[in-house]
């Protein structure tokens, strides 16, 4: 199971960071990824990193903004959120992978936890 937490309201220009922790005792070899979904629109990635922290990918979007990092021996992948735009609210989820390939494509990956919701106020 995944549990995203750390959302809220901030105004434009702020910084959130959110946390997604996995009761899997074996997260250290999941690939794990961000997405997004604001309110009329598709759901999209924002962010993955591998398994071992070693590959990241960045939506153009947010690419310089925010960064992915993970904790494994605390079960916790992370993404910092800096400089936040009112375009950027949405609800964020987390997601798992077992494959390494196609970090960035949202369709591998089938492991998804509950979103939490961002506000970015303008």
């Known amino acids: 199971q995944l549990q995203a937490s750390g959302g809220g309201l901030v105004q434009a220009g702020g910084s959130l960071r959110l946390s997604c922790a996995a009761s899997?005792?074996?997260?250290?070899?999941?690939?794990m990824g961000w997405f997004r979904q604001a309110p009329g629109k598709e759901r999209e990635v924002v962010a993955a990193?591998?398994?071992?922290?070693?590959?990241?990918y960045y939506a153009d979007s947010v690419k310089g903004r925010f960064t992915i990092s993970r904790d494994n021996a605390k079960n916790t992948v992370y993404l910092q959120m800096n400089s936040l735009k009112p375009e950027d609210t949405a609800v964020y989820y987390c997601?798992?992978?077992?494959?390494?390939?196609?970090?960035?494509?949202?369709?591998?990956?089938?492991?998804w936890g509950q979103g939490t919701l961002v506000t970015v106020s303008s």
């Open positions: 997601a798992a992978k077992r494959a390494a390939q196609a970090l960035g494509v949202m369709a591998t990956f089938d492991v």
């Open positions: 899997e005792r074996t997260f250290s070899t999941y690939n």
């Open positions: 990193i591998s398994w071992s922290a070693g590959s990241t």
